[in-house]
């Protein structure tokens, strides 16, 4: 997806509203100029999304903007104006994220513990330490699906397609979203499961 997105046309009035996913970019209507067409220099494009937190890249600074779930979806379609939405249905193909948006996430837990003075406090700073040190050292692993017992080429091939390609694509898949997968079953879920943690 391009960042030039200075003049996307947003989505208009009579456009039913979408639910935010990632690969949405939004403008900010705080920051858009007026003129034949509103343009938005402030461009956000949605890179974590839970029931409960936004993250959010700016396209211009690559900066991240952390917002709460509930009052962002509020503002969708006043202060937020949907400008572009992924090209094809991502709903079922499975992507490696970029780690940058989790440990800036992490980070702001972290530093959010660090002014605490409860008891618990220094034990939550060093659980969130350490998940920031695994997620900056893990490099991603090709997997070789013939190594996995119950996947053969076809179902391999059909992984592949989904999106699982890597170690962590399997690592942070759900069991529904790989029984989903043509060829896959529960036993060979289990077994796959198990060839990641040897």
Do not use: C
Request: charged fraction near 30%.
């Amino acid at each position: 997806m391009s960042t030039e997105t200075d003049s996307a046309t947003p989505q208009t009035e009579s456009t039913p509203q979408r639910t935010p996913q990632p690969g949405f970019v939004y403008g900010d209507e705080r920051h858009a100029n007026d003129g034949d067409g509103p343009t938005y220099p402030e461009q956000f494009q949605i890179v974590f999304i839970d029931d409960n937190r936004v993250l959010m890249k700016n396209l211009k600074s690559a900066d991240y903007r952390f917002e709460i779930r509930r009052p962002f979806d509020r503002a969708v379609g006043n202060r937020w104006t949907l400008l572009k939405t992924p090209d094809h249905d991502e709903s079922d193909v499975m992507n490696t994220p970029d780690i940058a948006p989790y440990v800036s996430l992490l980070n702001h837990q972290r530093d959010k513990h660090e002014q605490e003075t409860t008891e618990s406090a220094p034990n939550k700073v060093e659980a969130l330490t350490n998940a920031i040190n695994i997620l900056k050292s893990h490099t991603p692993q090709e997997m070789d699906w013939a190594e996995v017992d119950g996947v053969g080429p076809k179902t391999a091939e059909n992984l592949k397609a989904r999106g699982f390609s890597t170690d962590a694509d399997v690592s942070i898949a759900t069991d529904t979203a790989l029984l989903k997968v043509s060829g896959m079953g529960e036993k060979t879920v289990a077994n796959l499961r198990d060839h990641i943690e040897d």
